[in-house]
Nanobody, 126 residues
Framework: QVQLVESGGGLVQAGGSLSVSCAAS????????MAWFRQPPGKEREFVAG????????YSADSVKGRFTISRDNAKNTVYLQMNSLKPEDTAVYYC???????????????????WGQGTQVTVSL
């Protein structure tokens, strides 16, 4: 069993920055691939970024590449998403997810992930 708790969302103006965090508990965190997904209003959930167990390999969606950075601190059981140059279209509920069956390959499909946080709202205004 894995518990994931996101924090750090909020309201920011376009062009600004925001960082969200996901604290994990209940299972060995350092062996899991972790990822961030988001669900914009009225749309389906989409992959944002993922990171392998060591943090040495990351993958980002084209829509956020160069603006968002995923990282992890296994000593703190926490994964982060640093979001820069935010746009109104980045407005969404952001979820972190854990793939407990995989420690290397970052899956873009949400069905591959076993545990999810409750989500944190990020709103980007003009």
């Amino acid at each position: 069993q894995v518990q994931l708790v996101e924090s750090g969302g909020g309201l920011v103006q376009a062009g600004g920055s925001l960082s969200v965090s996901c604290a994990a508990s209940g299972r060995t965190f350092s062996t899991n691939v972790m990822a961030w997904f988001r669900q914009p209003p009225g749309k389906e959930r989409e992959f944002v970024a993922g990171i392998n167990w060591s943090g040495g390999r990351t993958y980002s969606a084209d829509s956020v590449k160069g603006r968002f950075t995923i990282s992890r601190d296994n000593a703190k059981n926490t994964v982060y998403l640093q979001m820069n140059s935010l746009k109104p279209e980045d407005t969404a509920v952001y979820y972190c997810a854990a793939d407990i069956h995989n420690n290397v390959v970052v899956n873009l499909d949400s069905d591959a992930y076993d545990y999810w946080g409750q989500g944190t709202q990020v709103t980007v205004s003009l």
